[in-house]
Each structure stands twice: as C-alpha cells, then as structure tokens.
C-alpha cells in the first residue's frame, strides 16, 4: 500500500551541502554508532543550533 501524498509545503528540502573530509569522517562514524541516517543526525542538528538561545 503506498504512503499518502503529501502537500507541497509539507515536503522535505533537498539540498547539496559540503563537508570538510574530518568533518564527514566524524559524521559517518557518529551515525553508524547512534545507527541513524545522515539527514537524520543533519535534521537534529540544525534544531538544536537555530533553536539555541546563544
């Protein structure tokens, strides 16, 4: 059975972002030890940073 569509303002952004190689290395590892995706770990990132107060 297929997934309901969903609206246009509800989907997911795709963009291209860059890393430096230290830093993808640190994130792959971070990711297969808390064994979740990189979008994952990049989505929860970003809410704790725009979400801090400092």
């Known amino acids: 059975m297929a997934r309901p569509r969903k ?15 230290e830093q993808y290395q640190k994130l792959i590892a971070y990711c297969q030890k808390e064994e979740r995706s990189i ?4 989505r929860k990132a970003l809410e704790v940073f725009l979400c801090s107060d400092t």
């Open 7 to 21: 609206e246009s303002g509800e989907k997911c952004m795709r963009k291209d972002v860059s890393f430096e190689p």
């Open 39 to 42: 979008s994952w770990v990049i």
